[in-house]
Every structure is written in structure tokens, then in C-alpha cells.
């Protein structure tokens, strides 16, 4: 089966950072995703690894090392409205097109 | 960018009877949508894969008799959830794949199921 672990929550603190990781163990592997869903909204995507190493868009940045199966999202200069649940999903299809979700790591950002 | 609606937003229905979301892909041409669910605190659960012009393909346990999808064009998809209980209610969440770019997924907004 497909198995994807994030932690449940993180509580971190406004101008600061904050690392989300993520650990898969998934039949295939054709790229991992982060996505940021608010309450009651659908995910947005933020960012897509396929290939090891950083991937940096702005305050947000992530990283994949797919011999540990293993991603984290970086998120800098934290701001009030990154409050929100960090989903790390998984395309797990070979051949087709599959994605597996975590289930979440609900982010907290205090003053 | 790409922009994907659902109607209705929100519904709330009575049990045994059915409700129709509707799924579109505004600006763009989607080869593939796909159906989820998400309860409340929990992720989001696939419940199918449609590709334009074939039947949809089912996740295990989902029930393709009482969730009917139908994927009539390349920018419009329907999900039927029929004869609904109570636990049919959940979010559901659509998203649609561009022809274009074949890596990301682009969501609708959820519509939010109540069956009473």
C-alpha cells in the first residue's frame, strides 16, 4: 500500500521558520507535491520535486531525497496567513497519473 | 493561470434523494479529472479518475453505482452522489489535469455536502 506521514501540527511563530517533513513509502514514484489548504477551501499547489535537491520559490522552498523517501517544505519569514494545513502528496502512478495524500500537518502561526 | 469551478458551492439534501456537482475547467482543456473527498480533520481520499469520453475508474471502496461520474467534454465532469445518507456528507473536491502541462493538478473550490 501507499503510506505518507507528515506530523499532525506545528505551532511557530510569526518572521520565523519552519521546516514540514514529510516521509513516503509508495509502490512508484513520479514526483511529490506540496500543497496549502485553509479550512473549508481546496488545496493550492505550492511546489513540485521530482528530481533530488531544492526546489526555492520565494519564502517557500522544498526538498526531496528520493533514496530516503523523504521531503520537507521551508517556509521563511513566516506571516499570520500561512496559518493553514501543508499537505505533501505523491504521484505514485507508473504509467498513470495517481496522487496520494498525507494527511496534513496543520500549521499554527502565533504572534 | 488554470481555473477549475464546482457547482454548487454548497448543497444540502435530504436523504434517499440524489444530488448532481458539476466540475469545469474554465480556461483550459482538462484530458483527465479526478474526484475527492475529504471528512473533516482527515486528507483527501481519491474516489475516481475520469478521462474525457471513457468510463471512470474507481478507487477501492468507492461504490461507482451510487457515485456516477460522467466526463461528457474536455472541460466539464459530473459527479451524481445517489440515493445520498448521511454519511455521504463531506466535502468533495474536484480537480482537472491541463493537456498542456501533465504534472499538476489544478482544484476546484469544494462543494460541501450535507444530507439530512
Known amino acids: 500500500g501507499q503510506n505518507i506521514d507528515q506530523p499532525t501540527e506545528m505551532t511557530a511563530t510569526e518572521g520565523a521558520i519552519v521546516q514540514i517533513n514529510c516521509t513516503y513509502q509508495t509502490s512508484g514514484f513520479n514526483g511529490l507535491f506540496w500543497y496549502q489548504q485553509h479550512a473549508g477551501e481546496a488545496p493550492t499547489f505550492l511546489s513540485y520535486n521530482v528530481l533530488d535537491g531544492l526546489e526555492e520559490k520565494g519564502r517557500f522552498s522544498s526538498f526531496l531525497s528520493r533514496s530516503k523517501g523523504y521531503s520537507y517544505l521551508l517556509l521563511k519569514e513566516l506571516q499570520m496567513k500561512d496559518s493553514a494545513s501543508y499537505l505533501c502528496a505523491v504521484n505514485s502512478g507508473a504509467g498513470s497519473y495517481q496522487l496520494t495524500f498525507g494527511k496534513g500537518t496543520k500549521l499554527s502561526v502565533i504572534p | 493561470g488554470a481555473v477549475v469551478s464546482q457547482h454548487p458551492s454548497r448543497v444540502i439534501c435530504k436523504s434517499g434523494t440524489s444530488v448532481k456537482i458539476e466540475c469545469r475547467s474554465l480556461?483550459?482543456?482538462?484530458?483527465?479529472m479526478f474526484w475527492y473527498r475529504q471528512f473533516p480533520k482527515q486528507s483527501l481520499m481519491l474516489m475516481a479518475t475520469?478521462?474525457?469520453?471513457?468510463?471512470?475508474?474507481?478507487e477501492q471502496g468507492v461504490e461507482k453505482d451510487k457515485f456516477l461520474i460522467n466526463h461528457a467534454s474536455l472541460t466539464l465532469s459530473t459527479l451524481t452522489v445517489t440515493s445520498a445518507h448521511p454519511e455521504d456528507s463531506s466535502f468533495y473536491i474536484c480537480?482537472?489535469?491541463?493537456?498542456?502541462?501533465?504534472?499538476?493538478?489544478?482544484f476546484g473550490p469544494g462543494t460541501r455536502l450535507t444530507v439530512t
Open positions: 480537480s482537472a489535469l491541463r493537456a498542456s502541462d501533465s504534472y499538476e493538478q489544478y
Open positions: 480556461d483550459f482543456q482538462a484530458t483527465t
Open positions: 475520469s478521462n474525457e469520453g471513457s468510463k471512470a475508474t474507481y
